[in-house]
């Protein structure tokens, strides 16, 4: 393995090389302010020993605490405290944090030259961003069409009532619910299911099917899925993929998950829900298609925007850690912009 | 420690009075709302910030989505006051109970923009559009901001219109931007 790690080492250190070069672009990039790309140089130690991975993150919250030390120190105290829910690490344990060293830098190295193969250049050759391929925003699109969970939730499964919408939710569909609302998974942040007659019970949402009874439900933030509770077995989710992870500063994959919009960490032994790391809006961001609507305003995060400012002939909009250079005239996104380089 | 902040915001403002004549474009005329901008500052300390704002802060404690504020991430923050929610009545209260938890999510979600926007950039947005601007949100609607005179507002489709009122905070991960009204969405979807 050690073997493994150096070569990899070694191809991240040719990867880093390469990209050091486009600080000398056409001036934008005078404005970056620290950000990770020196990581880079430390990201791979080859020591095998399970803890480099750590390690690899140094630069990239030292950054983070220079603009947010207050959030930074949160953050270590939260990450803290879920570590100590972890029992004692076995050798199973290590081994497995070791392979987790192997994977993250695996998939770094394999990153950054997928990056570099994206380079954007203007006129002169000369770099004037990164531009990244779909493959990290795949799971945007996987994400946009979910299905609801068959059956009833938990607590209405045990009462063996047939599945029928308990006397509470009944009535609070027959009266409206709060504000004299149609309950729709909108109102709760859901814009991945279809339309239908809904009702609210108990921190899930549940759909009614033809003859009366519960056609499926949906467990719901800040309800079944808080934090504390178990992660609902058939709720599914999808994997945060590595550029997540490094943007929302995650701390490794294994720990997170992606469903409807959120970014759940969770605890690795039993799936509870510690924290919500991020919401996302789902919104398409297409290179070569149209930019979706709700994005008419200059929205660039606050570190960024010294690099990434509109011009006569480029617009920046910023949408689920992600920069998209846009065309003023045709409104086409022209490129998607890895902010982590 | 909020008397002071105010003094120095004053300061600040009253000393920046020559700037922004100069430079009309984009910058906000009046001192009074022009947006702070402190750049050494969270999302969440800049809510601490702003005065008016417990209900807020509160509702964004009980519904988990402290850390969201605290993250990497840019987020902006419509933030309706103490009396916009108080406005809501026996249902407003109902909303920040335990039970309603899930809506009151969806209904913050509906608060959060993507990225860092405040004030001045949205109305040289409309400025330059020659109308009203839309901007999605962390829910499932878009908000749209409009001029009126030289009030700026944001309503949700077919829901509430909310004046953009007091002084917008613009910290390291998003901007705070003070809202007189809850945006409620519309009631059928």
Redesign the interface.
């Known amino acids: 393995m050690r073997y493994l790690l150096s070569g990899a080492a070694a191809v991240a250190l040719a990867a880093s090389g390469a990209l050091a070069q486009p600080g000398n672009g056409n001036g934008k990039d005078s404005g970056d302010r620290g950000k990770p790309a020196a990581a880079s140089m430390k990201q791979v130690n080859g020591n095998g020993n399970g803890n480099s991975a750590k390690r690899d993150r140094e630069p990239n919250r030292a950054v ?1 605490r220079d ?2 030390p ?2 930074s120190r ?2 270590d105290a ?1 990450a803290e405290k879920s570590e100590r829910r972890v029992a004692t690490p076995s050798l199973k344990a290590e081994k497995r944090e070791i392979n987790s060293v192997e994977r993250d830098v695996e998939r770094r190295v394999e990153r950054r030259v997928e990056t570099r193969s994206g380079d954007s250049r203007n006129r002169d050759g000369r770099l004037i961003d990164r531009v990244v391929f779909n493959r990290d925003r795949e799971l945007l699109r996987l994400d946009r069409s979910r299905d609801l969970i068959d059956g009833c939730p938990p607590g209405l499964r045990k009462k063996n009532n047939g599945c029928l919408p308990p006397g509470q939710a009944k009535k609070q569909y027959a009266d409206r ?6 309950y ?8 991945s299911y279809s ?1 239908g007659r809904y009702m ?1 019970n ?2 899930y ?1 549940l759909r009614l099917g033809s003859g009366g009874g519960i056609g499926g439900y949906i467990p ?4 079944a899925l ?2 504390g509770n178990p992660w609902p077995s058939s709720y599914t989710y999808n994997r945060v993929p590595d550029y997540y992870v490094d ?3 995650l701390g490794g994959s294994d720990r997170y998950r992606y469903a409807d ?1 959120v970014i759940y960490r969770v605890d690795p032994e039993d799936a509870a829900i510690l ?7 789902g ?1 398409e961001f297409s290179i070569g298609q149209p930019m ?12 960024y ?1 010294d690099r990434y400012y509109d011009t006569p002939e480029a617009s920046y ?5 992600y920069v998209y250079r846009v065309d003023p005239k045709t409104q086409l996104v022209a490129a998607a912009i890895d902010l982590l380089i | 420690m909020k008397p002071i902040f105010k003094c120095g915001l004053a300061a600040i403002a009253l000393a920046a009075l020559p700037l922004t004549s100069a430079c009309s474009q984009v910058d906000d005329q009046d001192p009074k709302t022009a947006t702070k901008d402190d ?1 050494t ?2 999302l ?2 800049a809510l601490g910030a702003e005065d008016g704002m417990d209900t807020l802060q509160n509702a964004i404690t009980n ?3 402290s ?2 504020l ?7 923050l419509l933030a309706p006051t103490d009396a916009a929610f108080d406005a809501l009545g026996d ?1 407003g209260k ?2 920040l109970t335990d ?8 209904l913050l ?2 608060h ?6 405040t004030p001045e ?2 109305e040289k ?1 409309i400025a330059d ?1 020659g109308g009203p ?10 908000v749209t ?1 409009s001029m009126n005179g030289d009030q700026l507002s944001a309503a949700l489709p077919g829901g509430a219109t909310a004046a953009i009122t007091g002084t917008a905070i ?5 901007v705070v931007i003070p809202l007189d009204t809850v945006l ?2 519309q ?3």
């Open positions: 983070e603009r947010a207050d959030a949160q953050r939260k619910g709060l504000f004299g609302y149609d729709r998974p909108g109102l709760f942040g859901l814009s339309s609210y108990d921190g949402l719901l933030l800040g309800g808080s934090i943007y929302y500063n919009n924290s919500v790391a991020a919401l996302l809006t919104d979706p609507s709700g994005y008419d305003v200059y929205n660039v995060p606050y570190a925007r909009r910023y949408s689920d850690g | 750049g500052i969270t969440a300390a519904s988990e989505l850390g969201v605290d993250g990497p991430a840019s987020y902006t249902e109902a909303l039970d309603q938890r899930p809506l009151l999510v969806g979600r509906e959060m923009l993507p990225g860092h926007l950039t949205i947005a559009k601007v839309t901007i999605s949100t962390l829910g499932e609607s878009q901001f613009a910290a390291n991960n998003g409620m969405p009631k059928a979807g």
